[in-house]
């Protein structure tokens, strides 16, 4: 689907228990995925919101995404890092852009279009670049604990 096109909604429902462990980082996220035209696999950009605050850890666990600045999406204010990756074949730069909630946002709806604005905005994305795919994911990086997806769909 066109980036221009998508008018998509990822709804959400998530729950984290650490039973009574130290969780050091997690990740639970929402991740999209840009391609430059319908017929190649040519990633351009990829976007992944994680729904739970991990700033300190983005500043301090040698991550090699640079911060960018802070932004408001839809009423949710993010932290905004991104790391540039160039295709030397393609001669084409690729985004992986993350934006990290201020707090936790483990519930609730994400209208991908605000977010490909914004990316559009930035100059990350085309408007006539094609949204790959929405998934949703999670990764303890240290620590203990599960989490489990209560819901997820996708809707127009």
């Known amino acids: 689907m066109l980036v221009s096109d998508v008018n998509l909604t990822a709804n959400y429902d998530v729950n984290v228990d650490t039973d009574g462990l130290p969780l050091t980082f997690q990740q639970t996220f929402l991740q999209g995925t840009y ?18 605050p991990t700033k300190v850890c983005m ?27 160039m295709d ?25 279009k605000s977010i490909n604005d914004y990316l559009i905005s930035k100059g990350w994305l085309k408007p006539n670049n094609y949204m ?10 240290s620590g203990a604990g599960k989490t489990t997806v209560k819901h997820f769909s996708v809707t127009q």
């Open 35 to 52: 391609i430059s035209t319908k017929d190649s696999n040519d990633w351009l950009t990829s976007v992944t919101v994680m729904l739970m």
């Open 88 to 112: 030397e074949q393609k001669g084409i730069p690729r985004y992986n852009v993350e934006l990290l909630v201020k707090e936790d946002h483990l519930r609730g709806s994400m209208k991908m």
């Open 132 to 141: 790959n795919s929405i998934e949703m994911g999670t990764e303890i990086i």
């Open 59 to 85: 500043d301090e666990c040698g991550n090699p995404h640079k911060f960018i600045e802070t932004i408001v999406i839809d009423g949710i204010t993010y932290y905004v890092y991104m790391q540039v990756e």
